[in-house]
C-alpha cells in the first residue's frame, strides 16, 4: 500500500505519515513527490508518497518489496560496529549469504557474497564477481532485481522486518555520487535556459536524492512524473511553465 501526504515541509509531512499510520521513520520509504518553494504569492508545500517497507501481497497475489537504500557510510554505535566481520554471524545471515552465492550460481556465474555492514533492521550484502558489471546491470536495474529477491526469500526465512540492502563493487555509493552530480549539473542548465530538463526513468530513492540535492536552490524546483517503481523526475526552472 502506498500513502501520500502533504505538510509545509518534508518533515511536517512524514511527521503527520507517522502519526497517521502508527509507524517510525525506519519502517517506510519516503519519496518526495513535488517540491513547491514558497513565494510572495502563495504559499510552499511539499508532497511525499510513503512506502511501508513490508512485504506485501499485490493483486495478482505475488510479493513485492521495495529496498533501494544505500550503503550507510557510518555506524551507529561504536559498541556495534557496521562493518567488519564479513563472515555470517547467525543462522540469518548464513542463509542470506548462501542465498545469494546459489542464486548467482543458478544465472550461471560465480560470485562470492560476505556480510558488508550490519545495522539495526538492515542487513548489507556484498558480491564479489568477474561478472560484476552485468550482475549490477544498467543503472543497477540488475542488483535491484537480486535485491528484490534476496528481501523476498529473508521474509520468508522470518526476516519481515529485516531489510537486505545488496551491493557489488561499491556500485550503491558511486551512483549516489554520480546523481548528485547529475542534479548540480542539470539545475545549472535550468537556470541558465528557464526551462525544464526531464530526466531518466529512477526508482524510489534515486529521485528522492535528486529532489533533496535541489531543495536548498531557490529558483529550481523538481517534480515526479508518471507511473509505477520507476518515475521521471523533472527539474524546472521556478515560474517557467512545466
Known amino acids: ?20 499510520l502508527g ?8 519519496e518526495i513527490l513535488e517540491n ?21 501481497r499485490n493483486a495478482d497475489n505475488t510479493e513485492d518489496y521495495i529496498a533501494s537504500d544505500p550503503v550507510p557510510r557510518q555506524k551507529r554505535s561504536p559498541s556495534q560496529p557496521m ?11 548464513k542463509e542470506m ?9 543458478r544465472m550461471g556465474y560465480s560470485g562470492k557474497a560476505s556480510i558488508l555492514f550490519r545495522e539495526e533492521k538492515k542487513l548489507g550484502i556484498k558480491i564479489e564477481s568477474e561478472h560484476s558489471s552485468i550482475l549490477i546491470g544498467k543503472k543497477g536495474k540488475n542488483l535491484d532485481a537480486l535485491q528484490l529477491l534476496v528481501n523476498i526469500f529473508a521474509g520468508r526465512k522470518g526476516g519481515e522486518d529485516m531489510r537486505i540492502i545488496l551491493d557489488s563493487e561499491n556500485y550503491r555509493i558511486r551512483r549516489e555520487e554520480s546523481l548528485v552530480r547529475l542534479a548540480y549539473t542539470v539545475a545549472d542548465r535550468v537556470r541558465e535556459n528557464r526551462t525544464s530538463v ?11 536524492l535528486i529532489h533533496t540535492t535541489l531543495n536548498d536552490i531557490g529558483d529550481v524546483e523538481t517534480k515526479s512524473e508518471g507511473e509505477g517503481l520507476y518515475k521521471q523526475v523533472r527539474v524546472y526552472y521556478r515560474g517557467a511553465i512545466r
Do not use: C, W
Open 97 to 105: 549469504v548462501d542465498f545469494m552465492e546459489g542464486l548467482i550460481e
Open 36 to 56: 513547491q518553494k514558497s513565494s510572495l504569492f502563495k504559499k510552499g508545500y511539499v508532497k511525499i508518497q510513503v512506502h511501508p517497507l513490508k512485504l506485501e
Open 83 to 93: 562493518f567488519g566481520e564479513p563472515e555470517p554471524k547467525n543462522t540469518f545471515e
Open 23 to 30: 509507524l517510525e521513520k525506519d519502517d517506510f520509504d519516503v
Open 198 to 208: 526531464l530526466l531518466e526513468p529512477m526508482n524510489p530513492f534515486d529521485r528522492r
Open 1 to 20: 500500500m502506498v500513502y501520500e501526504f502533504e505538510g509545509k515541509t518534508e518533515k511536517e509531512a512524514i511527521d503527520k505519515a507517522m502519526e497517521e
